[in-house]
T-cell receptor, first 115, second 113 residues
Framework: SQTIHQWPATLVQPVGSPLSLECTVE??????LYWYRQAAGRGLQLLFY??????ISSEVPQNLSASRPQDRQFILSSKKLLLSDSGFYLC??????????????FGEGSRLTVL | AQSVTQLDSQVPVFEEAPVELRCNYS??????LFWYVQYPNQGLQLLLK??????LVKGINGFEAEFNKSQTSFHLRKPSVHISDTAEYFC???????????FGKGTMLLVSP
């Protein structure tokens, strides 16, 4: 069966510090991968998605970047965090072949607080 | 382009009462529809989905939803809620053949004794 893990679960960082959130998927090959952010009262915002190694699409301009160094690894980064980067970050994956319904499978989330 | 509207940001209800969470979507093509649940500080978990076939879809934890194409709705219902159903619920839509989900802003279901 497929599983998805992301870490760290919680993170408190000062303004201007770097960020790295990591997500890995097991039990499937060549998944689509996604990073979402939840800010209070604003629902889910799609930040990045990837259809393959090294292929990243950005949905909104921001202080963050994403990378996919391996097929089942997705990393969210920032060189200098802003207060507005605080939020709950969710990694997700979806099937590519055999059923493009769009169904997403989510990780446990990472709570980032920038002080 | 597809869009999803969840009309209620919060729905308070007493334990054992019925509940309906409303969801309307906008799309020019055939769609797939989903409801996800999120408990505090956790990721989203799939409750149920409509892909094709019967318009009444049953999911986990006693929830069900009905796809109404003419009203472009996919409302979520449960005949009797429990305290443990307190969570945020997200409706989502994807267009057939296109894999990115679009989410509504979520509805917080608050169940009190």
């Amino acid at each position: 069966s497929q599983t998805i893990h992301q870490w760290p679960a919680t993170l408190v960082q000062p303004v201007g510090s770097p960020l790295s959130l990591e997500c890995t998927v097991e039990g499937t090959s060549n998944p689509n991968l996604y990073w979402y952010r939840q800010a209070a009262g604003r629902g889910l915002q799609l930040l990045f998605y990837s259809v393959g190694i090294g292929q990243i699409s950005s949905e909104v301009p921001q202080n963050l970047s994403a990378s996919r160094p391996q097929d089942r690894q997705f990393i969210l980064s920032s060189k200098k965090l802003l207060l507005s980067d605080s939020g709950f970050y969710l990694c997700a994956w979806s099937l590519v072949a055999g059923g493009r319904t769009g169904e997403l499978f989510f990780g446990e989330g990472s709570r980032l607080t920038v002080l | 382009a597809q869009s999803v509207t969840q009309l209620d940001s919060q729905v308070p209800v007493f334990e054992e009462a019925p509940v309906e969470l409303r969801c309307n979507y906008s799309s020019s093509v055939s769609v797939y529809l989903f409801w996800y649940v999120q408990y505090p500080n956790q990721g989203l978990q799939l409750l149920l989905k409509y892909l094709s076939g019967s318009t009444l879809v049953k999911g986990i934890n006693g929830f069900e939803a009905e796809f109404n194409k003419s009203q472009t709705s996919f409302h979520l219902r449960k005949p009797s809620v429990h305290i443990s159903d307190t969570a945020e619920y997200f409706c989502a839509v994807s267009e057939s053949g296109y894999s990115t989900l679009t989410f509504g802003k979520g509805t917080m279901l608050l169940v009190s004794p």
